[in-house]
């Protein structure tokens, strides 16, 4: 696992809170085992980057701010009108943030560039 990574547990779980997702429903969305996402959280575990970006995606922040200790990561605001959300339901959420954090991205790039002009 990236080293970077490593300890990026607690920073999930804290945003997958703030972000209104149980465990379930993100080792539904990776297709693994509930346990691995617990013991992934309390540091016991690895995820592969691969599956971090997932999740990162999914809950609607930066890969890197699960990466870091001192960034505050706020995830996307999503408003739950139900308890029962299917893979489907959180595959097209990942999409959905995807497309909001590109356009954020977007942004901030010609906002900088604007600057640079």
Known sequence: MNK????????????????KLTQGNVAAYLEVDQSLISRFESGERTLSLGQ???????LGVDISALASDTVEAKPLSI?????DISVQDLRAIAVIT??????????RMLKDSELHE
Do not use: Y
Request: glycine share 6%.
């Open 79 to 83: 408003a739950f009108r139900s308890t």
């Open 52 to 58: 971090i970006e997932q999740v990162a995606t999914l």
């Open 4 to 19: 970077t990574f490593a300890n990026a547990g607690p920073t999930l779980k804290n945003v997958r809170e703030k972000g």
């Open 98 to 107: 995807k497309i909001a954090l590109n356009s954020n991205t977007m942004t």
